[in-house]
């Protein structure tokens, strides 16, 4: 009996789906819709608050007023998606609290990008133009999601993400058209972080594993190649623009596929990276487990303080 | 015991000018009222997308049962003569 | 000394309050004890080197070597920094933050409010514009210390041990030399006298609603506004002049 309703609910719920009627908090979603979503919108939240370090790495050696305002105000955002996707993650019944503790002791996953360590000044402009680009690249789509408090929180970070592909493309532009050594810092971040920028649209279709049922539940939209290739055939023009080296010699543009081509991805180290052996996991998470555990008793006396003044009010 | 010590959610609720209602943006959490309100205001509104703000605590909102949604709201879509387009108007006459 | 030479010894002073406390603050990002007040303690971080940046924009117009507000932040040695011992502090725990932002904002607010009436049409648009990003900050750092100083018996503790600390650090907020008493004269700033009786107030009302007591030790630190800082001065330059230095002459 119960089988047969959980069928008509799930057949409902699909029509609803294809329909591009929106799932909301309330409505009935089958379980592997939530905990699908549950995971991905807390490791998307992770990868923005995990994502922050790197950047922030470099703020305070920012080399002028402008660039450490402009950088300050870029990696705060980035706290405030993290703060929407856990909003969002909420609505579907994932404490936040928890889903911050499964980041510290290695359950939950993040972007593996943010696990390359900033190295100089230049870093900041290929972070920004290249990991925000491949972000934005993933995020676009993810506005028309099925579930409405993901799609909202992501419309909401697309439009401030504009800001900083931008910021990160100037600082490439200053620093390709700058002195010898300037140019150099410029292909260096570019050749550290042209790789790693790829891998962060996944494993190739063929090797990942949710992709066939995400996309009927429309949580995702393009395959992670497709947003790869996507990538790729913007990001080279600005490459040749910059008067820069792409860092891959096979690099070429197809004209019967009217696509870049490019060369093989190494899977091995990306997946190193995601399994804990990159060159900054355990410092990324160790800074943000700090953070937490130094945080412990101001979050304390904060509702400790609330409780005090509330029974002084009741009494 | 150990869950009482965290911050309750709020509801941020956001009015982006003079005329417009409070909008729905997102919730956050904060130990007090006052704190829910400077923290929507760092969280929420970071490029003038408000200029007042209510906050309420997520627990305090009482939400329709969405399996009651054809009960609620389907009676209402009969009574189409509450519409303007229901109504015949002669041809030439304006301002109605 | 000319009034220019004044003005310009003057916005440098507030320019650098406002930069090294910036700076310190910036540090915190992606650290802070919760992911709302992270972005908040940014927030009063941009806002200080906002205002940095206006004032030495500012100073770097009154300045007889004509150097440009980057050249100013960035290019000067330890020595001719002449911000507050109390700015330069380490962030140390939130409390050692929140109290030594408390102690700055609420004596801040107090200066601002008056020079936003100044002679100098410049400094009176730079405060009236500064005065309204620092009267929130006060309210925000208000709070806070009276929720730790009110909150647990640990929060209590530690903030207690911030005040001891840092209201050493507060006396030089109304350090005065002829800069001032040439500046006052003219109506361009105003005078100690008349601000710390309001800072004062705002302390004792905010420390008292955090049940806090003022240190026993009334010991004054003073010596930034003439050049002679902490030892923690040295590297918050090193990190902060790390790219002029290694890179000279280069645009960014
Ligand atoms: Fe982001
Ligand atoms: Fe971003």
Redesign the pocket.
């Known amino acids: 009996m119960m089988e047969i309703d959980n069928k008509e609910l799930e057949n409902k719920f699909q029509q609803k789906i294809d329909r591009d009627i929106k799932i909301e908090p309330n409505d009935w979603m089958p379980d592997a819709y939530r905990t699908t979503l549950i995971r991905q919108i807390s490791q998307h939240a992770h990868s923005e608050v995990v994502g922050m370090l790197p950047e922030g790495n470099w703020i305070t050696r920012a080399p002028n007023l402008r660039r450490k305002a402009v950088l300050l105000a870029?990696v705060q955002?980035?706290a405030g998606?993290g703060l929407y996707l856990y909003s969002a993650a909420e609505t579907l019944g994932a404490d936040r609290e928890q889903t911050i503790d499964d980041l510290h002791s290695g359950k939950a996953k993040y972007s593996s990008i943010f696990n390359y360590p900033t190295l100089t000044w230049a870093d900041m402009g290929a972070v920004g133009w290249l990991v925000?680009g491949a972000?934005i690249m993933n995020q676009v789509p993810l506005c028309r999601c099925s579930y409405g408090p993901y799609a909202r929180a992501m419309i909401r970070v697309c439009k401030?993400?504009s800001f900083?592909q931008r910021q990160g493309f100037e600082i490439m532009t200053k620093l390709a058209g700058g002195a010898i050594e300037q140019k150099e810092m410029a292909q260096d971040a570019l050749n550290r972080f042209w790789w790693p920028a790829l891998m962060m649209f996944g494993p190739s279709d063929a090797d990942s594993s949710h992709t066939e049922q995400s996309m009927k539940w429309k949580i995702k939209r393009h395959t992670n190649d497709e947003l790869r290739q996507m990538f790729v055939d913007v990001t080279v023009p600005q490459i040749e623009t910059l008067g820069l080296t792409v860092p891959d010699p096979d690099v070429k543009w197809n004209e019967v596929k009217g696509r870049y081509d490019y060369g093989p991805i190494d899977w091995d180290e990306f997946w190193q990276v995601v399994g804990g052996n990159g060159p900054c996991n355990k410092e990324r998470v160790d800074a943000r487990r700090k953070a937490k555990e130094d945080g412990k008793w101001v979050v304390e006396a904060a509702m400790a303080f609330t409780n005090k003044r509330n029974s002084k009010k009741s009494a | 015991m150990e869950k009482s010590k965290e911050w309750p959610l709020w509801e941020v609720f956001i009015r982006s000018k003079q005329g417009l209602n409070h909008k729905h943006v997102g919730s956050l959490r904060a130990s007090d009222a006052t704190m829910a309100i400077d923290n929507a205001r760092d969280v929420y509104t970071r490029r003038s997308e408000g200029i007042s703000i209510w906050v309420v605590p997520s627990n305090n909102i009482t939400a329709s049962d969405p399996s009651d949604e054809d009960s609620l709201f389907e009676p209402a879509n009969s009574k189409v003569y509450r519409h303007p387009t229901f109504y015949d108007v002669p041809d030439g006459i304006s301002h109605m | 000394m000319t009034t220019k030479e004044a003005l310009y010894n003057y916005t440098l002073r507030m320019g650098d309050d406002s930069l090294i406390l910036g700076q310190r603050l910036s540090e915190l990002c992606g650290h802070g004890p919760i992911l709302e007040e992270d972005i908040a303690l940014t927030n009063i971080s941009l806002d200080l080197i906002g205002q940095a940046t206006l004032l030495l924009d500012y100073a770097g117009e009154l300045d007889k070597d004509s150097r440009n507000k980057d050249q100013l932040a960035f290019l000067r040695i330890e020595k001719q920094y002449v911000n507050i011992l109390l700015v330069e502090q380490p962030n140390g725990h939130f409390g050692d933050t929140i109290l030594r932002q408390f102690l700055f904002d609420a004596y801040r607010t107090a200066l601002l409010e008056r020079l936003s009436t100044s002679k100098d049409k410049r400094l009176a648009g730079i405060a009236e514009k500064s005065l309204k990003e620092t009267k929130y900050h006060l309210k925000h750092s208000s709070e806070w210390v009276i929720r730790l100083g009110d909150g647990t018996e640990e929060s209590h503790l530690r903030i207690q041990n911030s005040l001891d600390k840092l209201f050493r650090y507060a006396h030089e907020l109304f350090y005065e030399n002829e800069v001032d008493n040439l500046l006052i004269k003219e109506g361009i700033v105003p005078s100690a006298q008349g601000i710390y009786p309001v800072w004062e107030k705002t302390v004792n009302d905010v420390l008292e609603a955090a049940t806090l007591s003022l240190p026993k030790n009334n010991w004054k630190f003073q010596g930034g506004r003439e050049g002679r800082h902490s030892e923690h001065m040295g590297y918050l330059l090193a990190d902060m002049q790390y790219m002029q230095r290694t890179y000279p002459n280069m645009e960014w």
């Open positions: 870029k955002d980035e998606h925000d972000a401030e993400e900083h």
